[in-house]
């Protein structure tokens, strides 16, 4: 089956600082991938739809300065968390589906990234 | 508009008893259904789906049957496992703008006792 890896797993990091996310469809192309947060003990929400070879599209509220997405390349989409303050600790998950499965609507997720900011 | 109502948890059974998980949905048009399921430190991975009415989605012992008349997507399994403690989430995807979008549910958190 299609596999979606994510990096790191945890990071810890202080106040100010950036972290960068990564997100890698391991087996298929993938030229969408989504960015989810999650909070504890809460549903997904969608932060932006990451589009290789442009912009990402960003959801209503999400700030696309604070949250930069890149999608360099079909198979690697990155979300960086620019002066990240402990509002941001989160667990940040990615996901895609590869074109044979885009009919079918069918997602495939990363493990997440869990991310503290002290 | 589109929008997933799922039964709040946490869900708490004893091993062998007989779960039900409510779902249900608001849509334009007949979108396919999902069941999602994240283990404890996990992402998501997909439980079972259903793509059109009457249908019926199964993995793991766990059955969901897409019901129009009723909107509903409800997830059962006879037995449960305390491997089966875990958060699940009903999802329904669509597209707007030509991009696949997904609602998903609050998330219901089972937690199965030895």
């Known amino acids: 089956g299609a596999v979606v890896s994510q990096h790191p797993s945890w990071v810890i990091c202080k106040s100010g600082t950036s972290v960068k996310i990564e997100c890698r469809s391991l087996d298929f192309q993938a030229t969408t991938m989504f960015w989810y947060r999650q909070f504890p003990k809460q549903s997904l929400m969608l932060m932006a739809t990451s589009n290789e070879g442009s912009k990402a599209t960003y959801e209503q509220g999400v700030e696309k300065d604070k949250f930069l997405i890149n999608h360099a390349s079909l198979t690697l989409s990155t979300l960086t968390v620019t002066s990240a303050h402990p509002e941001d600790s989160s667990f940040y998950i990615c996901?895609?589906?590869?074109?044979?499965?885009?009919?079918?609507?069918?997602?495939?997720f990363g493990e997440g990234s869990r991310l503290t900011v002290l | 508009g589109n929008s997933v109502t799922q039964m709040e948890g946490p869900v708490t059974l004893s091993e062998e008893a007989f779960l039900t998980i409510n779902c249900t949905y608001t849509?334009?048009?007949?979108?396919?259904l999902f069941w999602y399921v994240q283990y404890p430190g996990e992402g998501l991975q997909l439980l079972l789906k259903a793509t059109k009415a009457d249908d019926k989605g199964s993995n793991k012992g766990f059955e969901a049957t897409y019901r129009k008349e009723t909107t509903s997507f409800h997830l059962e399994k006879g037995s449960v496992q305390v491997s089966d403690s875990a958060v699940y989430f009903c999802a329904l995807p669509f597209i707007t703008s030509g991009t696949y979008k997904y609602i998903f549910g609050t998330g219901t958190r089972l937690k199965v006792l030895a």
């Open positions: 849509a334009t048009g007949y979108p396919s």
């Open positions: 996901s895609a589906f590869p074109p044979a499965k885009r009919n079918t609507g069918e997602l495939f």
